[in-house]
């Protein structure tokens, strides 16, 4: 039922979407109806001019996902176990990632060029802080009551990492992740926008500078219908890893979550 209701209200919105752009005549160039977004689409699908691109987004997405994702859960550790590195890195990377990656994105593209490593760099530079702060926060979260037992049976410090920290940090962590992958594909996306020669961005700069319209809106909704699968995978992934942390079912007599 409740994927019924979805679909219902989906189809709703672009009912309305559709009418509201007929009946006050609005311009294809300023707003195109669903329809001439889906005659787009089904073009840029049969002649294949879609799946290059999104290959290389995607490939750009993983990549800096993984290397974010590294990054982040590494410094995060770091900061929550060491005090000290806390004190003197954590006020760095805080300023750091307060840098804006629009204005970032430009330099990365002049030291890296317009290959795959600079979007690989960009996208990884936006999704690790997220992860690295569910990291700290996950890891610091550990009960003092039950690191003090462990302690006074001679457990040594990565025995309580492995043991107690980081299990109770996994859904804190894959929280994280889940916030990382879709960034990722954000920054892939920007780097695609200052420069690239594949990619759906430069695919939408292309099309933005021949005035198609429907062509990017085309666009806007691959990514997505991307986003919504990467962050499917993730939730997959956290279902099976952190199975113990799953939401409660409804136990009243015919009830559902």
């Not at 309580?160 to 990722?184: D, K, N, V, Y």
């Not at 020669?197 to 691959?222: E, H, K, P, R, Y």
Request: hydrophobic residues 60%.
């Amino acid at each position: 039922m409740s994927a019924t209701l979805r679909l219902l209200l989906m189809a709703a919105l672009l009912g309305l979407w559709e009418g509201a752009a007929r009946l006050l005549h609005v311009p294809a160039y300023i707003l195109p109806p669903p329809s001439a977004v889906a005659v787009g689409f089904y073009r840029g699908i049969a002649s294949g001019l879609y799946a290059e691109h999104i290959w290389i987004t995607m490939l750009e997405t993983f990549l800096g996902f993984a290397f974010g994702a590294a990054a982040g859960f590494g410094l995060g550790t770091f900061v929550a176990l060491s005090r000290r590195f806390e004190y003197y890195l954590y006020p760095i990377i805080v300023m750091f990632q307060a840098m804006p990656k629009v204005a970032l994105a430009p330099l990365i593209i002049v030291w890296f060029g317009l290959d795959l490593t600079s979007k690989v760099i960009n996208a990884s530079l936006v999704c690790f802080f997220p992860l690295m702060v569910n990291t700290i926060a996950g890891l610091r979260a550990a009960d003092e009551d039950r690191i003090s037992l462990m302690r006074s049976l001679a457990a040594s410090d990565a025995q309580i990492f492995w043991m107690l920290r980081l299990p109770g940090a996994l859904p804190s962590i894959f929280a994280g992740l889940e916030i990382a992958m879709i960034f990722a594909l954000i920054g892939a996306i920007v780097a695609e926008f200052v420069g690239a020669q594949a990619g759906l961005g430069m695919l939408i700069q292309s099309m933005n500078f021949s005035m198609d319209v429907a062509g990017q809106f085309s666009v806007l909704f691959i990514l997505s219908l991307i986003g919504l699968a990467l962050n499917t995978i993730v939730a997959a992934v956290r279902k099976r890893v952190v199975f113990w942390d799953q939401p409660r079912q409804d136990l009243r007599p015919g009830g559902k979550s």
